[in-house]
């Protein structure tokens, strides 16, 4: 049973920042990708970053490149997404995601996803 544990949301002014954590466990050894995803209040859920395990290679969404950075502890079997210059507009509930498929980690379709963690960001 594989399982999927984000932490480390919460609420921060304008220009903070944050760090997200996403404890796996089970067959994660299997995951071809891993990434984070959000999803505001009436809006649809979107990819944030992604990440190849095997390899390190990462992708940005446009909108939080160059503030975002997603990174992996392989001995920790924890993902992580370090959220500088927030601004209001990323506040939503943060997504830990994977998937075992061989699908391009940036087209972002994932199986397996953990509970979220919510990020506000006021001005």
């Known amino acids: 049973q594989v399982q999927l544990v984000e932490s480390g949301g919460g609420s921060v002014q304008a220009g903070g920042s944050l760090r997200l954590s996403c404890a796996t466990s089970?067959?994660?050894?299997?995951?071809?990708?891993m990434g984070w995803f959000r999803q505001a209040p009436g809006k649809e859920r979107e990819g944030v970053a992604a990440i190849y395990p095997s390899g390190g290679a990462t992708y940005y969404a446009t909108s939080v490149k160059g503030r975002f950075t997603i990174s992996q502890n392989n001995a920790k079997n924890t993902l992580y997404l370090q959220m500088d210059s927030l601004k209001p507009e990323d506040t939503a509930m943060y997504y830990c995601?994977?998937?075992?498929?061989?699908?391009?980690?940036?087209?972002?379709?994932?199986?397996?996803w953990g509970q979220g963690t919510q990020v506000t960001v006021s001005s």
């Open positions: 995601a994977a998937d075992w498929r061989h699908i391009p980690c940036e087209e972002f379709q994932y199986i397996d």
């Open positions: 089970g067959y994660t050894y299997r995951y071809y990708c």
